[in-house]
């Protein structure tokens, strides 16, 4: 039995009952059948449908009943297009508003019947989470250990490997050339560094936990169906250095869809607390964010948005912020890239999940693209065009209210439905 087994099936089952649906009692019915299947939250069609002549995105309830979503029609068409352009690969992409958890856009490339997906791309929850989860670790380190993000740590055998042989365990004197902190490591995603500290600092059961919070195992908190992302953490008792290393960097057997990785980007946008996803305009409104539960506290917040932009700033997101329209974009945002080989589906899978801007959060952003024999754009690509097409339309929302062509909201003038 693989990883990823449990979802596929509990998948089927609705899949069938949705086909049954169908034929007996047409779409609505079907919708509702499937979401009475899957825990009674609405179950999101496999595609996104086009605006209505109200220029409103509607989506199915759990009733079946068309509802208003959330979605900005402008960024949703623009990303769509985007993709397309860049050949379909398979991709998605969420964009959330940090205050109100409003999803803005819910993307994909290739459709999901065309490469064996089961849902829409960006709730599909196999993909690899990859290094995307050294957010994690890097969480429990704050949190557990007060690690001090710009103290050296001795650093032996590279970052592109966990090996076997436990060089990565070695300890030596920092120096000038075998040393890294842990604001460079998060930026250059170095996996020896992680694999040291996971074992050194942390441990499975503090790194477990942690991930546990940020959503696997506990479910992603959402006013629609989310399936759990797959999580595996090795078992102690019959667990190497190695293995708990590897975790630790990134390469447990570990999922993430894209929704889920803009749950865990909010919860960071929000110094830790934790912001639902909101798709439907008539979901009830999210309590302030002094009164939602924490899952770190607010030192920890402060240390981890410290150094989220040393993935963009000389990291491994900066070749996507450097060039073009990309470049006002590069001091404003902060976030984790992740690259993995995956096997649902099959290629290497690239991510990144950030906000922006860094000092005062409005927007986060989750992408995921896996590259095939032919590929243009990569999962900071994504994120980076997603970023420009927001804050060049904030810009003109802006400059129009000034010129008082239209109404804005005090303040941010954001894309924010209520």
């Known amino acids: 039995m693989t990883w990823t087994t449990s979802y596929n099936i509990r998948r089927g089952i609705a899949a069938a009952l949705l086909a049954h649906s169908v034929v007996t009692t047409g779409f609505s019915a079907a919708h509702a059948e499937e979401a009475k299947a899957l825990g009674g939250a609405p179950v999101l069609p496999q595609e996104v449908p086009e605006p209505s002549a109200d220029g409103i995105i509607y989506l199915p309830g759990a009733d079946g009943q068309p509802r208003a979503s959330t979605l900005v029609p402008h960024i949703q068409s623009y990303l769509t297009s985007y993709l397309i352009d860049a050949q379909s690969p398979i991709a998605a992409l969420v964009m959330a508003d940090v205050h109100t958890g409003n999803i803005l856009a819910l993307v994909q490339g290739r459709k999901p019947d065309n490469w064996g997906g089961h849902t829409h791309s960006a709730l599909h929850p196999s993909f690899p989470a990859a290094s995307v989860f050294k957010t994690v670790v890097t969480t429990a380190a704050f949190e557990v250990t007060e690690m001090d993000s710009h103290l050296p740590i001795g650093l032996t055998g590279g970052c592109s490997h966990v090996r076997e042989t436990g060089d990565w365990m070695r300890d030596h004197t920092p120096g000038r050339h075998d040393s890294m902190t842990l604001r460079t490591a998060f930026g250059k995603s170095c996996n020896g560094f992680y694999a040291k500290i996971g074992v050194n600092n942390l441990g499975l059961g503090i790194i477990t936990e942690f991930a546990r919070r940020f959503g696997w195992d506990t479910g992603v908190p959402a006013d629609f169906h989310v399936d759990r992302s797959p999580f595996v953490p090795p078992v102690p008792q019959y667990s190497s250095t190695h293995t708990v290393g590897s975790f630790a ?64 700033r000389g990291g491994t997101a900066g070749f996507a912020f450097k060039r073009g329209k990309y470049r006002k974009l590069h001091d404003i945002v902060g976030g984790k890239t992740g690259t993995l080989t995956g096997s649902s589906p099959k290629g ?10 860094t000092n005062d959060p409005e927007v986060v952003v989750a992408a995921v693209v896996v590259l095939e024999d032919r590929w243009r754009i990569k999962g900071p690509n994504l994120a980076a065009e997603a970023l420009s097409i927001y804050f060049d339309r904030q810009y003109d929302r802006k400059a129009m209210s000034a010129a008082r062509l239209i109404p804005v909201a005090k303040g941010r003038g954001k894309y924010s439905v209520k």
């Open 348 to 357: 290497l899978t690239t991510w990144f999940a950030g906000l922006a801007p």
């Open 249 to 312: 960097a990134g390469f447990g057997k570990v999922g993430l869809s894209a929704a889920h990785a803009a749950y865990m980007m909010l919860t960071v946008a929000n110094s830790g607390a934790t912001t639902p996803l909101r798709l439907f305009r008539d979901s009830p409104a999210l309590p302030p964010v002094s009164q939602r539960p924490r899952i770190y506290s607010a030192a920890t917040a402060e240390r981890l948005h410290e150094i989220l932009d040393s993935s963009v």
